[in-house]
């Protein structure tokens, strides 16, 4: 993968700051397996809230041979474009939704299943949650506005991006939640587990970003 593609030095930089405060809370604070796993589940949340938000603003068009092409004032009014939006958003919301609801039932599961395991801090997480959201809001923010991705890419494109990101994120750190409870969640294996999720969540951003840059860039005279 070409690392000097793939949204702003910034976004990126947010990402790892972002990920660095669960590392820090685990090495300072004796952060729980089980405050890692709300934190992230928590993330997750916020990834579908920001691609509702995209959803609503995007202004991409597809054509009928799934390529893109940008929408013209003869084959999509500002009025039909607003109520696609919202009834692509819609069904996001319920669709992710349940995805979200799923997830968050396996996280909820694990202190039960194993007693080594100790419940959540809520202030912790709301520490975690804090630094994972921030990158999110910076991303939105100079890549999708900043960097006009809304403006060449439809709402039914976007329906899916966050799916390839979360679910292959999430059912690795699933994954390895359940192994690391079996082993009583050493600080090393939490270490490892935070290591593993910031380049995975890296290379799915870069990815993400990619995509959208490969994408033809808008041409307001396009007909």
């Known amino acids: 993968m070409d690392w000097t593609r793939g949204g702003s030095p910034a976004s990126s ?35 579908g809230a920001i691609y509702v938000a995209k959803i609503l603003r995007a202004e991409g068009k597809s054509s009928d041979d799934d390529s893109f092409s940008v929408p013209t004032k003869q084959d999509q009014t500002e009025s039909y474009s607003q109520w696609t939006n919202r009834l692509v958003a819609l069904f996001f919301i ?13 996280v909820f599961i694990i202190p039960l299943a194993f007693d080594s395991v100790a419940l959540a801090s809520p202030w912790a997480v709301g520490v975690a ?24 890419v439809d709402p039914s494109t976007l329906m899916s991006e966050p ?35 910031t380049v995975i969540d890296l290379r799915q951003h ?16 396009a007909e």
């Open 94 to 106: 319920v669709h992710y939704g349940g995805f979200w609801t799923v997830h968050g039932l396996f």
């Open 13 to 47: 930089r947010s990402l790892v700051i972002g990920n660095l405060v669960p590392l820090a809370g685990v090495v300072g604070a004796e952060w729980s397996l089980h405050t890692l796993l709300v934190g992230y589940w928590l993330e997750s949340g916020v990834v």
């Open 206 to 221: 870069k990815e993400e970003h990619t995509r959208a840059e490969q994408r033809p860039p808008q041409s307001p005279d």
């Open 129 to 152: 949650a804090f630094g994972l959201f921030g990158y999110h809001l910076v991303s939105y923010w100079v890549n999708y506005i900043g960097n006009a991705e809304y403006a060449h």
């Open 163 to 197: 799916y390839r990101r979360v679910a292959v994120l999430h059912l690795t750190i699933l994954f390895g939640a359940f192994l690391i409870a079996g082993l009583g969640a050493p600080v090393g294996a939490l270490i490892v587990m935070i290591a593993v999720k």
